[in-house]
Each structure stands twice: as C-alpha cells, then as structure tokens.
T-cell receptor, first 114, second 114 residues
Framework: AQSVTQLGSHVSVSEGALVLLRCNYS??????LFWYVQYPNQGLQLLLK??????LVKGINGFEAEFKKSETSFHLTKPSAHMSDAAEYFC????????????FGAGTRLTVKP | NAGVMQNPRHLVRRRGQEARLRCSPM?????VYWYRQLPEEGLKFMVY????????ESGMPKERFSAEFPKEGPSILRIQQVVRGDSAAYFC????????????FGSGTRLTVV
C-alpha cells in the first residue's frame, strides 16, 4: 500500500525566509500527490496536487511543489514565509485506481517567527 | 455552495455511551471518507463509502465502530460504548468519482470522552 513520510514534525522559519517542507512517498504505481494545510480547529484545505503532466505544480498562497520520481519526493516550498502561513501541513498520496483511500503523512507544523 | 458539512462540531460523551457523527458531502460528490486524527498525529484512514455501500473499511477498528451512507441523508460514523481512547477529531471528506481529484474536507467533529 502507498505511504507517505514527512521529514520533520516541526519546522520554524523567520518571516520572509524560504519555506521547505519535505515529503517522500512510496507507491507501487504512479501516484497522485497532494499537500493540504490545516489551521487550528479547522478541516484540511487543499493547497495543491500533482496528478499527471508538469512536475512543478503551483498552489494557493504562493506555495509550489515538485514531483521528483527518481527521488520519490514531493517537497513543498514557498520563497518567502508570511506569518499567516503558520499551520500544520500534510502530504498525501493516492494510488487511484488501485486504492480509493488517500494516505497522509504525520504532518509538519510550521512556525513563522517575526 | 456548501462544502462538506459535519455535525456536531464538538461532542462530549461519557464512557460507555454511543457517539454518532454526521457528514453531508459536498453537492455532486458521491464518495465519502472518514479519517481520525489523534493529538500530535496525522490523519488515519478509517472507511470509504459510496451510497449504500462500504467500499473499503480496512482502517476501521474491528469492534464498536461502524459507518453507513444511506441512499437518503448524511453519512454516519457510529461509535458504540465509547472509551477514553476514542477521544479524537474525526474528519469526513468527499470527492467526485475519479482519481485526480483531491478530497474536500469538513471541519471535523471533536469527540471528547469523559
């Protein structure tokens, strides 16, 4: 079954600094990959997704991620952190059509320092 | 255009009582997924349902937990004889058929067992 590993349960950056959240996956078939953001006491909001085509995908709020098959990675980046980016971020993989469920990583809590 | 609606937002139950969590999928979505989020952990898949059918319940505990998605009405996650360890946030997500869509999540139900 597919799985996701997020390196670093907590990441802290200064406002204006580069944000890099790491995600590696395992999948027996070409995966569909997703990043979600969760603000306190809220549900998950889709940031971006990779299904097919261009390996660099852009999402909301200035985030982007690059699918690297050779590295089985889907790291999330943002050039300049904003205070409002502080949240929990989840990487997820889906092996449609082999599996109908989406598997999530354990999450990375991003803190942005002024 | 309402998104995924979950209710109640917060639910307190005494040990041994039953908890019923409701989820109305987004309009046009026929697939429903339930996830559980324990403190400091990621989301764990529980069950995937379509109307009147349980497609994948590989993540459901073998006892006390059940789920349904009737022809009419919301999907229900039912926990019988709750224990303290059931305290968690339970999220429902929905999607349209097809694998290249992300899920739309509800805001969750936070269950506290006292």
């Amino acid at each position: 079954a597919q799985s996701v590993t997020q390196l670093g349960s907590h990441v802290s950056v200064s406002e204006g600094a580069l944000v890099l959240l790491r995600c590696n996956y395992s999948s027996s078939v070409p995966p569909y990959l997703f990043w979600y953001v969760q603000y306190p006491n809220q549900g998950l909001q889709l940031l971006l997704k990779y299904t097919t085509g261009a390996t660099l995908v852009k999402g909301i709020n200035g985030f982007e991620a690059e699918f690297k098959k050779s590295e089985t990675s889907f790291h999330l980046t943002k050039p300049s952190a904003h205070m409002s980016d502080a949240a929990e971020y989840f990487c997820a993989v889906r092996e449609y059509p082999n599996n109908n469920d989406m598997r999530f990583g354990a999450g990375t809590r991003l803190t942005v320092k002024p | 255009n309402a998104g995924v609606m979950q209710n109640p937002r917060h639910l307190v139950r005494r040990r041994g009582q039953e908890a019923r969590l409701r989820c109305s999928p987004m309009k046009g979505h026929s697939h429903v997924y339930w996830y559980r989020q324990l403190p400091e952990e990621g989301l764990k898949f529980m069950v995937y349902l379509q109307k009147e059918n349980i497609i994948d319940e590989s993540g459901m505990p073998k006892e006390r937990f059940s789920a349904e998605f009737p022809k009419e009405g919301p999907s229900i996650l039912r926990i019988q004889q709750v224990v303290r360890g059931d305290s968690a946030a339970y999220f429902c997500a929905s999607s349209a058929p097809g694998g290249n869509y992300g899920y739309t999540f509800g805001s969750g139900t936070r269950l506290t067992v006292v």
